[in-house]
């Protein structure tokens, strides 16, 4: 497996498993409970969610955050006790697309971006 396939997967189940722990704050995130990686891959979850909300309410022309982190909610964060089903992540992303009036595309790029902000704060 590549590097970047890699990390693509690391982002995408710390979110999963931040959304099953129900999304603590830094400071509800205990070490000896979860472990240290564990922990890390959360209060980077967490990071990433407070930078984008700072980014949203600042108002910043141009910010999709708010977009951002709706898009990770639906399609990474939705029924995250479940399994991913084969191209699921893709109906997901096609559904926000729909229901947000935006091409596929720019779903795929919002979550990359949220996934590079999670890489940057876990490292």
Request: hydrophobic residues 40%; aromatic residues 10%.
């Amino acid at each position: 497996m590549s590097g970047k396939k890699r990390d693509r997967d690391r982002a995408t189940e710390a979110f999963r498993r931040w959304a099953r722990a129900g999304c603590p704050t830094p400071e509800q995130i205990r070490e000896e409970k979860a472990g240290h990686e564990v922990a890390e891959d959360f209060r980077a979850c967490a990071a990433v969610f407070a930078a984008l909300e700072r980014e949203r309410r600042r108002g910043r022309e141009n910010s999709a955050a708010g977009e951002i982190m709706i898009a990770v909610r639906e399609v990474y964060m939705e029924e995250p006790f479940r399994r991913l089903r084969w191209q699921e992540v893709s109906l997901r992303v096609r559904a926000v697309s729909t229901e947000h009036y935006v091409s596929e595309r720019q779903v795929y790029n919002w979550l990359a971006r949220a996934r590079r902000m999670w890489l940057m704060y876990r490292e």
